[in-house]
Nanobody, 130 residues
Framework: QVQLEESGGGSVQSGGSLRLSCAAS????????MGWFRQAPGKEREGIAF???????SYADSVKGRFTTSRDGGTNTLYLQMSSLKPEDTAIYYC????????????????????????WGQGTQVTVSS
């Protein structure tokens, strides 16, 4: 069981930057896959940035090259650095966590991240004006 709390949302002009933070507690943070999702009004939830327990990241095409996610094991905090923001980035942003998967392959353990995320923050609003 892990609790997540996002912060850092707000209103910015097009082309501006924001950094979102997600504080985690109640679990073994270093053993959780972490991700960022967003949901705009009238649209489905979209996964936009992911980071596994080894620090490997992946991004949706809609944010690739503009957003960067990172994690700090010392403070149990996940970050999303957003640059070159566009009005279409306006959404509620959520951080999420899920336990990593451990599999035994060829005499060693291999870790990966499942598609479904178990724990969610409450969300933080990001508004980008033109």
């Amino acid at each position: 069981q892990v609790q997540l709390e996002e912060s850092g949302g707000g209103s910015v002009q097009s082309g501006g930057s924001l950094r979102l933070s997600c504080a985690a507690s109640g679990g073994t943070y270093s053993r959780y896959c972490m991700g960022w999702f967003r949901q705009a009004p009238g649209k489905e939830r979209e996964g936009i940035a992911f980071i596994d327990t080894g620090g490997s990241t992946s991004y949706a095409d809609s944010v690739k090259g503009r957003f960067t996610t990172s994690r700090d094991g010392g403070t149990n905090t996940l970050y999303l650095q957003m640059s070159s923001l566009k009005p279409e980035d306006t959404a509620i942003y959520y951080c999420a966590a899920t336990p990593r998967e451990k599999k035994y392959r060829g005499g060693r353990f291999v870790y990966g991240c499942p598609a479904d995320y178990t724990y969610w923050g409450q969300g933080t609003q990001v508004t980008v004006s033109s």
